[in-house]
């Protein structure tokens, strides 16, 4: 027993996770302080999703330092509270705070998931749907640690806790999946097109790998080892994961623009990576700030011009050689 309950296992692991998420929420403060230097004019609704997610990063740390006060410099000289009282509160709602944070990044990773398969609703079905089961699964361990909250029966909760992180997996490798399935769509041969293109698929391989790299390890570690706080060592730092990931793809669309537009804000006329039927080329477009850009005469009939969003807030023209009005355009 004294082995399953050590201290390096315990204590030890919920510091090493502390440490870290100290150094990520410094990040992820940085990125927001970028974001609102960057895009001081961005919409209201990415605004909002910044500052909440910031906000519940903020509350998340706290209960993070809390509770590693509460077991290291509160009840330093008794170790042994451990398993002699109920797990502090704020250890327990830092589980519920980290899902939800989880749960806002991989609703707007399913809106791209949406916009790139052209409004297919059993994918983006899907998506919403296992996060949802996630976060439900989460609420509803938390509320099982509330009714019986002794570290001794954390095994009991396994199976639950299990199916929350399997949840999570299965979520980040399946949205990344198909963003990667859409966008390889949009390849056509055209170095400029596609190199837009591959830096996207990079990145949707990048954010659900890493995120869901995180996810295994922590539902590993807790399927091994579920009387300890080893696998805290990762959970404290994956909800924080989420937000770096969200506040990346808002801080680096000038970057993934410039390799399609010469300009991120405001009208232009410049080159900018383009759709023609079920072709991806450069032309020259003028841009408004509607999604409907307006109809061209061309040589193959009216030629419809609509905006494309990649990422979040991110677009490409998209022209479409057709005698009607684009289907998807606002």
């Known amino acids: 027993m004294s082995s399953l309950f050590s201290v390096d296992d315990t204590l030890g692991a919920a510091m090493i996770g502390f440490t870290f998420s100290c150094v990520i929420f410094g990040v992820n403060t940085n990125q927001v302080v970028t974001y609102f230097h960057r895009y001081p004019e961005d919409k209201l609704v990415y605004k909002f999703l910044v500052s909440l997610i910031w906000t519940l990063e903020l509350v998340d740390q706290v209960f993070i330092g809390h509770s590693v006060y509460f077991y290291t410099i509160v ?44 409004r297919n609703v059993v994918v983006t079905g899907t998506v919403v749907a296992l996060t949802m089961a996630e976060l439900g699964l989460a609420i509803a361990y938390t509320f099982r640690c509330f009714e019986n909250p002794f570290l001794t029966v954390l095994p009991n909760l396994k199976l639950l806790a299990s199916l929350a992180l399997g949840a999570g997996v299965l979520t980040d490798v399946f949205t990344a999946s198909a963003l990667c399935y859409f966008l390889r769509k949009f390849r ?39 009387g300890n706080f080893q696998f805290l060592a990762f959970y404290f730092n994956l909800s924080k994961l989420y937000a770096i990931s969200f506040l990346c793809t808002l801080n680096t669309r000038k970057i993934i623009r410039g390799k399609g537009t010469e300009r991120e804000d405001g009208p232009t006329t410049g080159a900018s990576a383009s759709i023609s039927g079920n072709h991806f080329y450069v032309s020259h477009v003028p841009r408004t700030d509607t999604g409907y850009l307006g109809e061209y005469p061309s040589a193959h009939g009216t030629m419809s011009v609509s905006k494309v969003e990649i990422g979040v807030h991110q ?11 684009h289907p998807y355009t606002r």
């Open 75 to 118: 009840n330093y000289s008794d170790p042994l509270v451990l398993l002699t009282k109920p797990v502090v509160w704020t250890l327990i709602l830092q589980l519920t705070i980290g899902a939800i944070i989880g749960t806002i990044v991989r609703l707007c990773f399913a809106m791209r998931v949406w916009r790139f398969s052209q």
């Open 188 to 226: 056509t041969g055209n170095r400029r097109a596609d190199t837009l293109v591959n830096t996207l698929t990079i990145y949707a391989i990048n954010t659900g790998a890493f995120t869901a790299a995180i996810s295994l390890l922590t539902l590993i570690f807790y399927d091994m080892r579920p």
């Open 315 to 325: 677009d490409v023209e998209a022209q479409f050689s057709s005698p009607y009005k």
